[in-house]
């Protein structure tokens, strides 16, 4: 069976979504927080993997770093070419993507690590991450902890986007507490789209331990960009984890 993360349906529809105005904005200060934990230089090479439109491999781009954007879904490559003609552009499932010691960072933004119901896939992830990495480089993965999802857990949720349309976001807690699967459904007009999302959620232990198996050494745990601790008012689950 397919997974649903590659149905380029999905990201048509709903790209506008994901990446609205107000989460264009913000690409600054998320930038701004990652470079602080990965403490890099200018010029230093960084894998954007799952880089999407390339909002921040652009915003890294023009501070000055070498950036390599991967992801597999063409559209938001040609828009990260049409913002940027810095970037490196790879056309690449990232469970197949790997350059050996070729970056001093890779970064996994915006909850773009989980997306696989077989968790041996993931660790293929970790691994090729590890693998991309020099000697000391690090790897930055932000997402949403299984934590801060169980303290703001909702069944159901309404959201109007900025064209007007409505979005339905039902969710249910599977698998033990390893996944959550969403029914994403958009109204626009007298038109119905629907899209079923899963995603493998982590505890802060357990992506520690996800990490380690993949030959990572020190691994950091945060609560957010701004590198607050994770604790019971973290709003993100971010890791920096040193090959």
């Known amino acids: 069976m397919a997974e649903w993360s ?15 105005r107000q989460r264009l904005e913000g690409t600054p200060a998320e930038v701004d927080g990652l470079l602080s934990l990965l403490g890099l ?7 954007d993997l799952c880089c999407g439109p390339g ?7 023009r501070r000055g770093f070498r950036v390599t954007g991967v992801d597999r879904h063409k559209p938001y490559l040609e828009e990260a070419r049409r913002t940027s003609e810095e970037i490196e552009l790879v056309e690449a499932d990232m469970r197949d993507f790997s350059r050996e010691g070729a970056f001093d ?12 119901e077989d968790p041996a896939e993931d660790l293929r992830v970790v691994r090729n991450m590890r693998a991309s990495l020099k000697p000391g480089g690090k790897a930055l993965i932000e997402t949403l902890g299984k934590e ?7 069944p159901r949720a309404w959201h109007e986007l900025e064209d007007g349309s409505i979005m339905l976001e039902r969710r249910r807690i599977c ?3 390893s996944g959550c699967a969403s029914e994403w459904i958009l109204f626009r007009g007298a038109k119905r789209s629907d899209h079923r999302v899963y995603t493998r959620v982590y505890s802060a232990v357990e992506i520690r331990n996800l990490l380690h198996e993949a030959g990572f050494g020190d691994v ?9 601790p994770y604790d019971h008012e973290a709003e993100r689950l971010v890791v920096v984890a040193q090959a």
């Open 175 to 177: 698998d033990d507490w």
């Open 55 to 61: 909002r921040h491999a652009a915003e890294l781009a």
């Open 148 to 154: 801060t999802l169980a303290r703001k857990f909702q």
């Open 41 to 47: 230089e200018k010029g230093a090479h960084i894998l």
């Open 6 to 20: 590659e149905d380029p349906t999905f990201w048509e529809t709903w790209g506008p979504f994901m990446f609205d």
């Open 105 to 116: 960072a890779v970064i996994s933004m915006y909850t773009s690590f989980g997306y696989f």
């Open 220 to 228: 950091s745990v945060f609560g957010a960009l701004d590198g607050r």
